[in-house]
């Protein structure tokens, strides 16, 4: 995947830090397979230049990506994608949990997706 196809935008209205937006709109990225194992996402100096933001923001959601284990980051070699595709797979299978778990203690479509929204 070529580095500009990777979309992340700073929301001024969001409250939260700008690192977890950052961080947020790339795990989504990599769940919805727009990047996969092996890919490089862009240098942090180069994304923090396009969004506008400090260098240490990107770096900070960078690493939290890489303590998730969602990518590898290089000295020299820049941040690589691990597990893209496992990564959907296994959010599918937390999801197909939460909704037997849910089922199970007698939970309704709306409820779940209640909980789910608070999450968000």
């Known amino acids: 995947m070529a580095r500009g196809d990777i979309l992340v935008r700073i929301d001024e209205a969001d409250a939260r830090p700008l690192y977890v937006q950052i961080?947020?709109?790339?795990?989504?990225?990599?769940a919805r397979g727009q990047v996969g194992d092996g890919d490089r996402l862009p240098p942090a100096?180069?994304?923090?230049g396009m969004l506008k933001v400090n260098l240490h923001t990107v770096l900070?959601?960078?690493?939290?990506?890489?303590?998730?284990?969602?990518v590898e980051m290089r000295r020299g070699r820049g941040v690589t994608v691990l597990g893209g595709a496992s990564t959907r797979t296994a959010l599918a299978q937390t999801a197909a949990r939460l909704v037997s778990d849910a089922r199970g203690m007698g939970l309704d479509r709306r409820e779940v997706?209640?909980?789910?929204?608070e999450q968000l």
């Open 23 to 30: 961080a947020d709109q790339l795990r989504g990225t990599i």
């Open 60 to 70: 900070r959601a960078y690493g939290e990506l890489r303590d998730e284990g969602l």
């Open 113 to 117: 997706l209640a909980l789910v929204e």
């Open 45 to 48: 100096r180069e994304l923090a």
